[in-house]
Every structure is written in C-alpha cells, then in structure tokens.
C-alpha cells in the first residue's frame, strides 16, 4: 500500500510571495487532514477534509491560506501572501472511516521557510 | 477547552534503562489514546494505540497504560536502544475523529 504522498519536499519563498502544497493520501482514505508543525512543537490542525466537503476549518487562517480537494482525493493548500511566521514543516495526513478512522498517516511533509 | 498536556518535554536515559512518558487530557469523551514517533526531519509514526476499554497494550519493548478515572495515559519503553531518540507525541481523540495533540517529548538515549 503506497503511503501518502506530499511535494514539494522543501520550499524557500520570500514573505509575501505565494506558494502551494500538494498531498496525495492512501488509496481509499476519505479524511485528509493538513497540519502546521513549528519547529518544537505539536501538529496543529488546519483543515480537514472528509470526500470533498470540509469539516473544520476553524484554525485555518483564512486572509492568507486556502485549501480545496475537489474530486474528493488530491489535496492542495495554499499560502498568499506569506509571512515570516508561516516557517513550518506542512504535513498532510488519511484516515479511513471504515476501518480505524482515528489512525492518522502522516506524509514526509513540505518544510517551508519564509525569508 | 480541550488540551492534552505531556510530561517531561526532554527525557534523557542510558541505553538499556526505561523511559516512561506521561500525558493528561481534559475531553472526558475521549476514547482513543495514539503515541507518535518523530524521528529528526521524518514523518510522525503511529507506533501504539489504546482504547478507553482497554487499561493496558504492549508490543515488544513499548507499552501504553491508561487510567480513565484520572484522564492520564502513559507510554513505557523498556531497555532503550539507540534508535528510540525521536520526539514522542501522545494524543487524544475528539470528535469528527480529530486528535488533540500533546507538546511532544524529546527522547535522547545516552550511549
């Protein structure tokens, strides 16, 4: 079974310059989730996905960052404009519903750094 | 609001001693307890998990424990080895099958 599939890997814009994450989740995992990791820290939940409708976007600051799964598998999350802060590591997680749908898999992330 | 706290936030023990790692949360609804492990610059990996029927789970050298009457979960490591250095996370589960997230630890086995 191919894990989840994010890219780029790593990306270096300057602030205010705009960028885009991709992730391809497991086969058949309907919950995708997109997670900020500061350096140091936890994951924190941006948005998550179930098919192609959200479920929570609470925390996902809105001015700036944007994310749609239109077919209801591929993902993308995007950053316009981007500030110092946004430096983190993006990581995209599955889960399916019908099997163990807390059991999260991460992807190897995208690590953005904002100059 | 929700929270999980994580004890200590650095751990550090002499390859083939133990490390026990402690978390707390707060969601009384919680039902399912993950540990994650982060090696430097990798993905976080789900290496254990416990239910809210369940007090106890083992595999190999780890181990997880769960005390629902004091909303704390603990993970164990017995004789630590080299590649057991990450950064550990627990977490809880709350609704829309979200995970609430501890602060991490950071494990360092001494040689």
């Known amino acids: 079974e191919a894990g989840v599939a994010q890219s780029p890997r790593y990306k270096i814009i300057e602030k205010r310059q705009s960028v885009a994450f991709w992730c391809n989740p497991i086969s058949g995992h309907a919950t995708l989730y997109w997670y900020q990791q500061i350096l140091g820290q936890g994951p924190k939940l941006l948005i998550q996905?179930?098919?192609?409708?959200?479920?929570?976007d609470s925390q996902l600051p809105k001015d700036r960052f944007s994310a749609e799964r239109l077919k209801g598998v591929d993902s993308t999350l995007k950053i316009q404009p981007a500030k110092l802060e946004d430096s983190a590591v993006y990581l995209c997680?599955?889960?399916?519903?019908?099997?163990?749908?807390?059991?999260?898999?991460f992807g190897p992330g995208t690590r953005l750094t904002v100059t | 609001g929700e929270n999980v706290e994580q004890h200590p936030s650095t751990l550090s023990v002499q390859e083939g001693d133990s490390a026990v790692i402690k978390c707390t949360y707060s969601d009384s609804a919680s039902n399912y307890f993950p540990w994650y492990k982060q090696e430097l610059g990798k993905r976080p990996q789900l290496i254990i998990d416990i239910r809210s029927n369940v007090g106890e789970k083992k595999d190999q050298r780890i181990a997880v424990t769960l005390n629902k009457t004091a909303k704390h979960f603990s993970l164990h490591i017995t004789e630590t080895q080299p590649e057991d250095s990450a950064v550990y996370f627990c977490a809880a589960s709350k609704s829309n099958y979200q995970l609430i997230w501890g602060a991490g630890t950071k494990l360092i086995i001494k040689p």
């Open positions: 997680a599955s889960s399916s519903q019908l099997a163990r749908p807390y059991e999260q898999y």
């Open positions: 996905f179930q098919n192609n409708g959200v479920v929570d």
